[in-house]
């Protein structure tokens, strides 16, 4: 490039975006050309184009556009975007257009929704904060100007420069009344995964509630749920084309974790219809659907826009042909309640059902607990699938208060239940898989306990539900991987299939 289009390029830049000289290139090496689909600025785009990639405005990447419906909250929504080597500039530049899309998607304010953004590679930084900007224009400006940096993926370093910064906190524009929302983007598993998990975890135990999005099969399913406050915050596009068509779902979730409300722009109705016979006036009205007839006058019929969620993922049986003794640990304090016990129990009688039971296979064993520990079954005393099944729908619920979970995993280690006097035997695996509601009475000697148990040669699986502090399931497990959580008794089962393939394959 000859300094005379150098400098007919700064001329240009200067006139048409009213900058200084000085702060050309910056602008221009940093956020492309933008462009609209005005003629000018296709021939603009198109000369250009040529020596500095030509930025599309909202919704010109494929399919992606703001969606007819808005969504109405007060929310603080801080995107948290991966811009490493691995991405490339054309897929980054999608990603920028799909949360400017998504951003017009909310009613933003001052005293309705805010964005925020962090970028980053092997660096965090923060693009700009919650009262930087209050209108969609100026947030799909500032999207769209996001820097790519390229380099390995530090994600552990945003998640920690959101909460060192304390960019949910009300000197980033942060509201008391306005739940705080992550979103992350990234296309693979991050460079450290242990301490992204961690860093995850201390934001979620703040009460952020975290999303996360991934793009292409590079990623880490296990880690994308460890980010995740739920597996129903989990959310994968096969790659950067894909993504567009991720945009309803996504929004929809952060607009339902937001406690908002989806608008849709009113319909012009067409002309009511009226047929006179001998004294009856018939008004039809029309709603969507059906469409109503009767002897009244008009009426004004309020659409309201529901969301439906996804059904969870169907189980795949486990095909593996090693042997396994598994036993299921039951937290049964009264805090569950008797509805959220039957979820319970249905969840750990269908993991059981997704395995071959047999003498020479699978066998299971149960055990409940709350300040008592009780024995349901052993490993030889039921030998058929079908005998299993049935046993873990008839635990009965207790109503006995306390979380001792300290005194199952004592239980299972000190009476030997994975003996052969109680059915375990010598060449299999050996797993548990305890599934609380909440924080153990005695924390300390919960995380002793689970130790000793996992010395032994013992395998231990954690599903927490409903739990916001994952540091004791974290500490429960035997890794990191082997910690599921999901929000609530009614999103247990969207993790059913993930739980039951790695016990599968371990």
Same mark, same amino acid.
């Given at each position: 490039?000859?300094?005379?289009?150098?400098?007919?390029?700064?001329?240009?830049?200067?006139?048409?975006?009213?900058?200084?000289?000085?702060?050309?290139?910056?602008?221009?090496?940093?956020?492309?050309?933008?462009?609209?689909?005005?003629?000018?600025?296709?021939?603009?785009?198109?000369?250009?184009?040529?020596?500095?990639?030509?930025?599309?405005?909202?919704?010109?990447?494929?399919?992606?556009?703001?969606?007819?419906?808005?969504?109405?909250?007060?929310?603080?929504?801080?995107?948290?975007?991966?811009?490493?080597?691995?991405?490339?500039?054309?897929?980054?530049?999608?990603?920028?257009?799909?949360?400017?899309?998504?951003?017009?998607?909310?009613?933003?304010?001052?005293?309705?929704?805010?964005?925020?953004?962090?970028?980053?590679?092997?660096?965090?930084?923060?693009?700009?904060?919650?009262?930087?900007?209050?209108?969609?224009?100026?947030?799909?400006?500032?999207?769209?100007?996001?820097?790519?940096?390229?380099?390995?993926?530090?994600?552990?370093?945003?998640?920690?420069?959101?909460?060192?910064?304390?960019?949910?906190?009300?000197?980033?524009?942060?509201?008391?009344?306005?739940?705080?929302?992550?979103?992350?983007?990234?296309?693979?598993?991050?460079?450290?995964?242990?301490?992204?998990?961690?860093?995850?975890?201390?934001?979620?135990?703040?009460?952020?509630?975290?999303?996360?999005?991934?793009?292409?099969?590079?990623?880490?399913?296990?880690?994308?749920?460890?980010?995740?406050?739920?597996?129903?915050?989990?959310?994968?596009?096969?790659?950067?084309?894909?993504?567009?068509?991720?945009?309803?779902?996504?929004?929809?979730?952060?607009?339902?974790?937001?406690?908002?409300?989806?608008?849709?722009?009113?319909?012009?109705?067409?002309? @009511?219809?009226? +047929?006179? &016979? $001998?004294?009856? *006036? %018939?008004?039809? #009205? /029309?709603?969507? !659907? =059906?469409?109503?007839?009767? @002897?009244?006058? +008009?009426? &004004? $019929?309020?659409? *309201? %826009?529901?969301? #439906? /969620?996804?059904? !969870? =993922?169907?189980?795949?049986?486990?095909?593996?042909?090693?042997?396994?003794?598994?036993?299921?640990?039951?937290?049964?304090?009264?805090?569950?309640?008797?509805?959220?016990?039957?979820?319970?129990?249905?969840?750990?009688?269908?993991?059981?059902?997704?395995?071959?039971?047999?003498?020479?296979?699978?066998?299971?064993?149960?055990?409940?607990?709350?300040?008592?520990?009780?024995?349901?079954?052993?490993?030889?005393?039921?030998?058929?699938?079908?005998?299993?099944?049935?046993?873990?729908?008839?635990?009965?619920?207790?109503?006995?208060?306390?979380?001792?979970?300290?005194?199952?995993?004592?239980?299972?280690?000190?009476?030997?239940?994975?003996?052969?006097?109680?059915?375990?035997?010598e060449d299999s695996k050996k797993v548990v898989i305890v599934l609380?509601?909440?924080?153990?009475?005695?924390?300390?000697?919960?995380?002793?306990?689970?130790?000793?148990?996992?010395?032994?040669?013992?395998?231990?699986?954690?599903?927490?539900?409903?739990?916001?502090?994952?540091?004791?399931?974290?500490?429960?497990?035997?890794?990191?991987?082997?910690?599921?959580?999901?929000?609530?008794?009614?999103?247990?089962?969207?993790?059913?299939?993930?739980?039951?393939?790695?016990?599968?394959?371990?």
């Amino acid at each position: 490039m000859n300094i005379f289009n150098v400098m007919c390029l700064a001329f240009l830049l200067t006139q048409a975006n009213g900058l200084l000289l000085g702060n050309v290139v910056e602008k221009v090496l940093n956020t492309g050309v933008q462009t609209t689909n005005t003629i000018f600025h296709k021939i603009w785009c198109a000369w250009l184009g040529k020596l500095i990639p030509c930025k599309e405005m909202p919704g010109e990447h494929g399919s992606s556009a703001p969606l007819p419906t808005r969504c109405d909250a007060i929310a603080d929504i801080l995107t948290i975007v991966d811009a490493s080597s691995s991405i490339g500039r054309n897929n980054f530049d999608k990603v920028l257009s799909l949360l400017a899309n998504m951003a017009a998607s909310f009613k933003l304010g001052p005293d309705r929704v805010r964005f925020s953004c962090v970028v980053f590679s092997d660096r965090a930084s923060i693009w700009f904060k919650l009262n930087d900007y209050n209108t969609i224009e100026a947030v799909q400006k500032a999207f769209l100007k996001a820097p790519y940096f390229g380099g390995a993926t530090y994600t552990d370093k945003a998640l920690s420069l959101i909460r060192n910064n304390n960019l949910f906190g009300s000197a980033a524009g942060g509201r008391a009344n306005a739940p705080d929302i992550g979103v992350l983007f990234t296309d693979g598993q991050s460079t450290n995964p242990l301490q992204t998990r961690i860093s995850a975890n201390l934001l979620k135990s703040e009460g952020v509630k975290m999303f996360s999005v991934g793009i292409t099969n590079n990623v880490n399913d296990a880690e994308l749920r460890g980010v995740s406050s739920g597996p129903e915050y989990v959310f994968r596009a096969k790659n950067f084309d894909d993504l567009a068509d991720k945009l309803a779902i996504i929004v929809n979730k952060t607009c339902e974790a937001s406690n908002g409300v989806p608008e849709t722009p009113e319909e012009t109705e067409p002309p @009511t219809t009226e +047929s006179t &016979t $001998t004294s009856t *006036t %018939t008004t039809t #009205t /029309k709603t969507k !659907p =059906p469409t109503t007839e009767g @002897t009244t006058a +008009s009426t &004004t $019929t309020k659409r *309201t %826009t529901t969301t #439906t /969620k996804a059904p !969870p =993922p169907e189980v795949i049986p486990c095909r593996n042909i090693t042997k396994a003794d598994i036993m299921i640990v039951e937290d049964a304090s009264t805090s569950i309640g008797q509805a959220n016990w039957n979820i319970q129990t249905r969840f750990a009688a269908d993991v059981a059902n997704a395995f071959t039971v047999g003498p020479n296979d699978v066998l299971f064993a149960a055990l409940i607990f709350n300040r008592n520990v009780t024995r349901n079954f052993n490993f030889n005393t039921y030998t058929n699938k079908a005998d299993v099944v049935k046993a873990l729908l008839s635990i009965v619920y207790p109503y006995n208060p306390g979380t001792y979970t300290h005194l199952a995993f004592s239980e299972i280690r000190t009476k030997n239940l994975f003996g052969t006097q109680w059915g375990g035997r010598e060449d299999s695996k050996k797993v548990v898989i305890v599934l609380t509601d909440g924080q153990s009475a005695y924390p300390d000697k919960t995380i002793t306990e689970s130790q000793l148990l996992r010395d032994t040669g013992v395998l231990i699986i954690s599903v927490g539900i409903g739990v916001t502090n994952t540091a004791e399931l974290e500490a429960m497990a035997s890794k990191p991987e082997y910690v599921f959580t999901t929000g609530s008794y009614e999103t247990l089962d969207y993790i059913k299939n993930d739980l039951v393939q790695l016990a599968c394959k371990n």
